[in-house]
């Protein structure tokens, strides 16, 4: 009898309500608020670390991530020795910002894991224009401060904000304009000169295209706006020790604490739907689809009721069959890019953007900056794609003291016959060209080009099997990628919970008593102990 009864707790410890498959930053916040609702979840990565394809690695598990992705679709290429200290720098293979206010702030401070990490505000905001930089005015204190604009041009740009604030959505000024490019509707009808215009598209409104249509560029400068003056001056946080990456294993830590299971460095080798009936599986006894996983190295197949996996990791046979969960608000409808071509560059000296104005309200000195190449303005670059550079260095503990980094990104709305380095390397050589100065002349210690190309995914079709949940590429969007990762996590949560509703409702309710995507802080504050601090 004791047997028998063994046998069957060990096969249960094989058995979850919910397996993850990639700690990516949507995963990771999905995983949280599953094992934070009181739900048995297993989390595996075949990475040996955190993050997926937005992980923060250090320098030298860089250059072991370059050999790694050599041979596969990333086309990486990498100049340069490692620099002395290597594990004193923590880059981002795919670099954000934070919104002051949104669902990932929100996330954030209602799961309580913005307690377990550091962040302070993004410094300045620059666009380039004609070869030199100029400050973007993030409020009206700027505008008005700014020396660039003549006074009638300061007053188009006053209503226009105020009109971007508001409730525009029935305004006449944007009727029969939703679709139009916001370039042409802010010339149209706001009469704005083009630089101010291509100021606000690019360095405002965050478009990446040339032919972004207005509505949703608008509903993000309006989210913008108002993040304004939360924390600070800038709408924008940045996060300490590489950004994202860390932040997902802040929310893999948190699923920890609530009774998750971790395996990294491990290669799920098969998944595989399941018949409920066969005797294999008589210790589960709920009429939903079961899903089996076999590990890498694992002897015994992991069982579970719901699976949640990253496109990128579902086998090909599944792919089809799943539940594709997508990003539902205004903001984020913008086209998704085919892929994102990114350089990570390493400089020997702090990082300081020149600019043509004197009395900036956004020229607070900080290494951490958002510099934008509109399209068309860098002679050798796109004249279709806007190109971001983001600026860190010791300010956010991402580097040794004395130096900085750059990450360049280019979205692609297709494929492209040239590689990573032949799209960025133009705009590295500008960048580094505007560091310099007559004191002080910037060195490339090492860079390193690739591709990330974004898994793409069928629609959710008929036949999909019930609690079979894939989860998209992380959007790009140097602004609204984290945003997105939430609203994907809360939309990917509920549908995970709904599929295991059946036997699990009363347990369910207990353990998510009210409609809001994470517990009370009062619940996450009485439940965790002081070991959750970093």
Known sequence: MSKSISSITAAMDNHFDVIVLGTGLTESITAAALSKAGFKVAHIDPNPYYGADEASLSLDELAQWVDHHKEDNYSVTHYGELPPHARQYSVSLAPSVIPSIGPFISSLIASGVSRYGSFKLLGRVVIYDGGILKD????????????????????????????????????????????????????????????????????????YFVSETTLPALHRIRDY????????????????????????????????????????????????????????????????????????????????????????????????????????ISSCSSPRPFATARCIAIVDGPINLLSDTENSGTSEASDSSLLVFPPGSLEEGSAISTVHVMTTGPGTMSAPSGKGILYISMPLRSNSIHSAETLLRPYLAAVLLLFRTEEQQKTLICSTFYMQELASSTASNSDSLAGLLAVPSLSPHTTQGVDEAAIVAEATFRKAAASLNGERQEHFNQGCKQDGFWPSLAEIQGGESNDMQW
């Open 225 to 328: 706006l108002k993040a304004s003056g939360r924390y600070g001056s800038s709408s924008f946080l940045v996060g300490y020790y590489g950004g994202s990456g860390e932040i997902a294993q802040g929310f893999c830590r948190a699923a920890a604490v609530s009774g998750g299971v971790y395996i990294l460095g491990r290669s799920v080798t098969r998944v595989v739907s399941v018949d409920p009936v066969e005797p294999e599986y008589s210790v589960l006894t709920s009429d939903l689809p079961r899903f089996a996983v076999e590990v890498d190295d694992f002897p015994d197949r992991l069982h579970c009721r719901c699976l949640i996996s990253s496109a990128t990791l579902l086998p090909g046979h599944l792919r089809t069959l799943a539940d594709i969960i997508r990003p539902s």
């Open 136 to 207: 973007v005015p993030q409020s009206k204190d700027d505008i008005f401060q700014s020396k660039a604009m003549s006074l009638l041009e300061k007053r188009r740009v006053t209503r226009f904000l105020m009109f971007a604030g508001g409730e525009f959505e029935n305004s006449k000024e944007l009727h029969g304009q939703e679709n139009s490019p916001l370039l042409d509707f802010l010339q149209k009808k706001f009469l704005l000169s083009e630089a101010t215009a291509r100021a606000i598209t690019y360095a405002l409104g965050y478009c």
